[in-house]
């Protein structure tokens, strides 16, 4: 990093920081009690704090890692500036462990696009800049700055994993993998993916072998055609069946082996992934999740991915594989019709925004859930398009991650889709500053609107008291 850029930095994140520092007090002004989830985050928070490490709410489905985070953190300081009484670990303080977070994870995001996209000199530092701050007010992601909630924390530690791994600090990068998994169980998924990125380049440099062997330019450039594609398959089945190639695999790759055979052995003690409440987080085959996932990403990533070029690009391809998308179409089909499922909090819960998604568009009439199909397939089209500067292992290893932690789920919340959003948006080739501007000022568009609305538009339910706020 120049000192240009360092100092440019420095100013962006400083201003950022002061700004969520605002709305961290207004948003603590109007709403001083727990809010949502935070009525079971907070109490067993404080409980930590007193002490009372064996106490635990069942309602709680994920580990204490927010929890024992904030005791390290709140204890220590109310200590050193002789703070005592309800203002230690109060809900204001809590809140504000996340406000802490958000800060790191705008350095964190800063370092990965240095890192990913170092080879590119055509990125100046401004652009660098930029894009971490678009990313830092990521509307999902930033409006959980403000509450007691496990995002923040769980984005960061698995961002530092991510992180660490790129630079090949393998062991440090297990270690925080499984501080992310405390955060969220489902995080494990990215341990798994860091994993796969070592794998994913080993794979990448004995196909570039092998390519150059057979002299057979014509592959490597051909990608996505359907010889191609058993070529690769056969490559795979051969270097994974290979005893040196999995020793070596396992020599490199070993401290992620250790933690994701830990997480089998706690999911064998604990009956399950989720702790505390497992009735309603019940795992199912919900493949239209991935659909949903990919709607969202075109939603938050229009300045990339809906433009006329894109658009006039897939209708050729269209025009170009009409058996192919006909087949994609009628599997796509086939899955909605079978994996579709509803979840009661989503028809239940009027305060989320997914609430009305589903209200407004999916119960409108029965068919509008396949009509959606078209939208679905351009978006996976247009989603991995942007993604084809990627080796072709790196991307079979972010697709399975990304099946893997969304796909099980059977609620639909926009919360799940935070990190695999974020890796994909971390990976793909740097935009034209219009378009990074354009986004910029689309996320803090819907940052002002969801924040106003929550704090200004309340309402209430028949036969309660209580003040309802709408969220994501």
Known sequence: MGRSEAYGFSGVMSGAFLLSCLLFAAVNRVQRGPYMDEAFHVPQAQAYCQGRFLQWDPMIT?????????????????WLCGWTGGVVCSTGMLRFINLLFSAGNFYLLHLLLSKIHQKNKAVSGFQRILSTLTLAVFPTLYFFTFLYYTDPGSVFFTLFAYLMCLYGNHKTSALLGFCGFMFRQTNIVWTVFCAGNIVAEKLNEAWKTELQKKKDEKISSRKGSFSDLMRILQFLLKYLTSPK??????????????????????????????????????????FPQLFYFLSFTVFFSFPHLLTPSKIKKFLLSLRKHPVQYSLITAISLFLIWRFTYVHKYLLAD??????????????????????????????????????????????????????????????????????????????????????????????????????YVFLNKTFQWPNSDEIQRFMW
């Open 62 to 78: 994920t580990l204490p890692g927010l929890y024992l985070v904030s005791v390290g953190i709140v204890k220590p300081v109310a």
């Open 245 to 286: 190639n999995l020793v070596t695999l396992t020599a490199l790759t070993w401290p992620y082996i250790i933690l994701v055979t830990g997480f089998f052995v706690f999911v064998f003690i604990n009956g399950g992934i989720v702790v505390g409440d497992r009735s309603s987080h019940e795992a199912y085959l919900h």
């Open 350 to 451: 009027n305060r989320h925004y997914t609430f009305y998604v589903w209200r407004k568009v999916f119960q409108r009439h029965e068919l509008v859930k396949y009509v959606l199909v078209p939208v679905y397939i351009f978006s996976c089209w247009s989603f991995a398009d942007t993604l084809k500067s990627k080796s072709i292992f790196w991307i079979l290893t972010y697709f399975v991650c990304l099946l893997a932690v969304t796909v099980p789920q059977k609620l639909l919340e926009f919360r799940y889709f935070i990190l695999p959003f974020l890796i994909y948006r971390l990976n793909i080739p740097f935009p034209t500053l219009y378009r990074q501007l354009l986004e910029l000022a689309f996320y803090i568009a819907v940052n002002a609107i969801t924040l």
